[in-house]
């Protein structure tokens, strides 16, 4: 619960009310996740927000981002509303119209919660580091495989270094997971992967690499795959009563998305991961991308990160399989418990025991990487104090301002790849 | 008009109708655009949708496809509602929930009419050639660029042959665009461009070859971007009305696209299409796809087509350009005007005077390719008839029983591309 108001507190940035008549629309910048020519939701200089909505016979129209705010209807019979400021960043959002939870149709839609949502982003002063630049650009690939664990077609994207076709080298692979109820889109459009890579890449700062950015929501035929239900949001089917709030997560958060199950990696899933994941990883991703791409052998040529609920699972899949990774990133999400109950536990048994032995964690890996945003609350630092106090040796990084959200993890993305593969 | 009711009649299959209580939920499959877990909408064996939403204070629903239907409030609170038949094929939809246009949570979102629509897919009896088969895959990747023409950073994405990385060859060509209200994610979300492609090449009917898929809405800066609108369903900035339907397109079909502006290549920017992608193509995105990727040189290693407004374009582009395009194709899409009160044109002078010279034309376009749905109306094949008539050698499909949609254009690329490099 404290969590959660964590959260909403972040969403406002701790700027004075300023009262929405003394600002005139002009003044009022389109988000740049807009469709072509759409003006609203448009951001003033201060971070509020101002949305518009044709909706001319509806009865209560409210956008659901941030705290949540209820929107009137003007005489021209648009819905609008001018929000308090918002923190910088990447939010989805979405619309509730008379009871129905919908994306507005402004803006383009970003895989999150299981569902389509509407996003809005609020710039960031240090943006520059995922915007384009002037410099060589990689190349972000679709992937298509066949995945005899799950017996399905499967969807990854790919991001192949500048010099990939030049070059004829073989590189590094950072293996890199999305959270709960995204996909394999998530990483390249609402994380800019790939003009954060190239930018370090252009600098120096990062290694060529390659990054595989798969979809974690893996079953097996008849496996449940409860697990990514769209909370509520679609009808159960006619059969079956809605499943309870237990079953499905928590209600999402004004937000949208928010500390419903996987924020923080707590979800299903996590913290143990999903065991067919890692199954059908080793089995049908790994080989199809080295079969395909030009890939360097060797443990200290393979990462894993992730976020949220993707974090879990990277601890998961590779604290089990120390032979197979050097290099362990945990954006918002580990295995370690925190805000669940169990901020004190025994750190020669959580995990699964992957750190009763420090020196011999240490000597297996080469980073272990764990980050948060500074609105998530304090437990991820308590995990990486405690790591430290335990003897493993890990990197703790705070993306100052932010909560559970995608601003958080580009930073930690751009934070993390300079010290891979050195 | 008689195209309209042509394109509605289209969307019915011509099975007779069967109530709906007859057929039980359970023997309705989902459809494959859906998102994880959403039973709804699904289809019948009879190609009839069950579509279910949830909108507890709504007083009206209707889903926007084929003609439209008004969905009904069950015990349950859920609204639903059985369809006709629909024909096959894919089909942008979305819901009208007291008066607002949205798209359906249940599905994924898929870029046309100017925004991120709902879509169901009906099975076609040939889906085979654009679904996955166990052959080699080729990529698509996404490719940036700066256009020094429009002043702002741009999008492609480019598929590779499966031979691309390994062979180390050089390949020719095909230019491929959307049609109005889209963008360049249309062809290989909506297409399937890579498995029709990958299928094809497995089978040796087509020559290995790249396919550049860009976005054809390119302005300079001050131009008015208004030619993709997105037609009402987004506010209009709060110091202007909103535009007319003469300046904004006509209102959207039922089936939440329809034969607005654009259909059949008659919207705005056709039939003339629009000089400034002409020239942004020309300085900016062939020069870039040259420098990247390995292709072939020559106008006889070049080609271009595109759908509607994209066929539009391809003809002004390439008539005006015949030194550097040896392959046109427009599918429901060309310089013909037919529809626009222009069935009987004078082929001397229609289309620029292209074709005022026959024997000369047919000695400089090794194929000229135009295609249409076979429920989109007899224009057409109107104009290839007299294209025949005139002496100009062109080649003429036909999609059987689809109208202005994505499975006439998944074909139309299928019966085209074997055509090519040859």
């Not at 970003?110 to 509407?118: A, D, I, L, P, V």
């Not at 076709?165 to 709960?180: I, M």
């Not at 976020?307 to 990774?325: E, H, I, P, Y």
């Not at 630092?381 to 790591?387: E, I, M, R, V």
Request: proline letters at 9%; a neutral charge; charged letters at 20%.
């Amino acid at each position: 619960m404290m969590k959660r108001v964590l959260v909403a507190i972040g969403m406002l940035a701790a700027l004075g009310a300023r009262p929405a008549s003394a600002q005139s629309a002009d003044e009022c910048v389109p988000s740049a996740l807009n469709v072509a020519e759409a003006k609203y939701p448009c951001l003033y200089a201060d971070n509020r927000a101002l949305f518009r909505v044709v909706a001319p016979d509806a009865q209560k129209v409210r956008v659901r981002v941030g705290p949540g705010f209820d929107m009137t209807k003007g005489p021209d019979g648009i819905w609008s509303v001018t929000t308090a400021p918002l923190v910088v960043g990447f939010h989805y959002y979405s619309l509730q119209i008379d009871g129905a939870v919908i994306a507005d149709p402004a803006t383009h839609t970003y895989f999150g919660s299981g569902w389509q949502n509407s996003a809005i982003e609020v710039p960031a002063p240090d943006a520059a580091f995922y915007e384009h630049q002037d410099v060589p650009h990689g190349h972000v690939s679709q992937q298509w495989y066949f995945s005899k664990v799950t017996g399905k077609w499967r969807h990854a994207f790919v991001y192949t270094p500048p010099d990939y076709d030049s070059a004829r080298k073989s590189y590094p692979v950072l293996y890199l997971l999305h959270g709960w109820g995204e996909d394999e889109t998530g990483w390249y459009r609402q994380g800019h992967v790939d003009t954060i890579l190239d930018n370090l890449i252009a600098a120096k700062k990062a290694a060529p690499m390659i990054i595989v950015m798969d979809n974690l929501n893996a079953v097996k035929p008849g496996e449940s795959a409860a697990l990514f239900a769209a909370r509520g949001l679609v009808p159960p089917p006619s059969d079956a009563p809605p499943a309870p709030p237990a079953a499905r997560g928590a209600p999402p958060a004004p937000g949208g998305r928010g500390a419903g199950p996987g924020a923080a990696g707590r979800g299903p899933g996590g913290p143990l991961g999903r065991p067919t994941y890692t199954e059908m990883m080793f089995a049908d991703l790994v080989p199809t991308i080295e079969r395909v791409y030009r890939v360097r052998p060797g443990k200290e040529n393979r990462a894993m990160a992730g976020l949220s609920m993707g974090g879990a699972q990277t601890f998961a899949t590779t604290l089990a399989n120390l032979d197979k990774f050097a290099y362990i990133g945990g954006f918002s999400g580990n295995c370690g418990g925190f805000g669940r109950g169990n901020d004190a536990p025994d750190f020669k048994t959580i995990c699964g025991g992957a750190f009763a032995e420090p020196a011999a964690f240490n000597s297996k890996v080469k980073l272990l990487f764990i980050s948060t945003g500074q609105a998530e609350g304090p437990g991820t630092k308590a995990f990486t104090d405690g790591l430290t106090k335990q003897g493993v040796h890990n990197v703790y990084f705070e993306s100052p301002g932010t909560a559970h959200e995608w601003l958080t993890w580009r930073r930690a993305l751009n934070d993390f790849a300079p010290r891979l593969f050195r």
